[in-house]
């Protein structure tokens, strides 16, 4: 028999958030609502993509977007020097 993982790569926090919005008891520390969370990921992965795989500029991962104030941006050089678009 081989041995069944019970731990996955992936998590699904997003998804996971919905059904632990406090309903259930569970608190996740989460401050955004998980549709919010879900935008914002969908968006800035989608740009990622379009910028590494389709070679289309991103603006949106140029510099902080007023649009996702939740979202930081740290150089790798100073990642002490972090921006947000609040």
């Known amino acids: 028999m081989r041995p069944i993982s019970t731990g996955s ?11 632990a919005d406090g309903r259930r008891g569970l608190d ?7 549709a919010r969370i879900s935008q914002i990921t969908r968006r800035y992965t989608g740009a990622f993509f379009d910028l590494h795989l389709r070679h289309r500029p991103q603006p949106l991962l140029d ?22 678009g609040m």
């Open 28 to 34: 996740l520390g989460a401050t955004l609502p998980a």
């Open 63 to 84: 510099q902080p977007s007023p649009q996702y104030p939740e979202v930081g941006f740290c150089s790798t050089a100073t990642p002490s020097r972090c921006t947000s």
């Open 9 to 19: 790569p992936w998590t699904g926090h997003p998804l996971l958030g919905q059904h």
